[in-house]
Structure formats: C-alpha cells, structure tokens
Nanobody, 130 residues
Framework: EVHLVESGGGLVQAGGSLRLSCAAS????????IGWFRQAPGKEREGVSS????????YNADSVKGRFTISSDNAKNTVYLQMNTLKPEDTAVYYC???????????????????????WGQGTQVTVSS
C-alpha cells in the first residue's frame, strides 16, 4: 500500500518561499505519477504541479508557473514542491497524491485532475500573510 506524508508547511510573508516535502513509500511499480494539489477555504481542491516517472515530464498550473517547481530525490523517495514569490492567494492546505500505472489514455496529460489519483497524504497548511 502506498503511503504519502507531507511536511514543510508554515506561515510566511508575501514574497517569501517554502519547500514542501512528500515522503512516499510502498510503491509496487516504477511507473507512477505524483501530483501536488491545494485547497483553500471555500474553494475546490485544485491541481498545482505534477511529475511523471515514465517520461520525466512536469506540469504546473497557470497560477503558479514561474513560481513553483516540482522535483524529486529518488534516493530519499521524496518529492518536493519549491514555492517562491508566495502570494496570499497561495494560502491553502497542500496535498500530495500518487497513482501507479496511470491510464494515459483516460487522463489529462497534465495530471492535474483529482480523479486519476488513488493515494493521498493528509495535507500540510501553507499560510501566506500580506
């Protein structure tokens, strides 16, 4: 069973930076996708960034392009989300998610949609003050 644990959230001022970590374990296959999602109060959960092991591709939502970067440290089985130039509107609970052997014929190429993911972490709070 895949387990995901997020960490690194906190309170920062606008313009600051944070790096979130997602420690993963229990993967059976090498073919997987990891995504970062966030949910602000009163809003739907939305995709932020994703990465695919099959081709190494990464995708970012328009709202975070140029500011957020997803990366991984395979030796530590950890995926990161580097968040720079944070804005108050980035305030949300951030979740990492995973799916093994994704059905590439049935999902969006960006992997930024909720429905394709099978495993979720518990989330970490990010608060950006103005």
């Amino acid at each position: 069973e895949v387990h995901l644990v997020e960490s690194g959230g906190g309170l920062v001022q606008a313009g600051g930076s944070l790096r979130l970590s997602c420690a993963a374990s229990g993967f059976t296959f090498d073919d997987y996708v990891i995504g970062w999602f966030r949910q602000a109060p009163g809003k739907e959960r939305e995709g932020v960034s994703s990465m695919s092991s099959s081709d190494g591709s990464t995708y970012n939502a328009d709202s975070v392009k140029g500011r957020f970067t997803i990366s991984s440290d395979n030796a530590k089985n950890t995926v990161y989300l580097q968040m720079n130039t944070l804005k108050p509107e980035d305030t949300a609970v951030y979740y990492c998610a995973a799916v093994e052997r994704p059905d590439v014929l049935a999902v969006d190429i960006t992997h930024l949609t909720l429905y394709e993911y099978d495993y979720w972490g518990q989330g970490t709070q990010v608060t950006v003050s103005s």
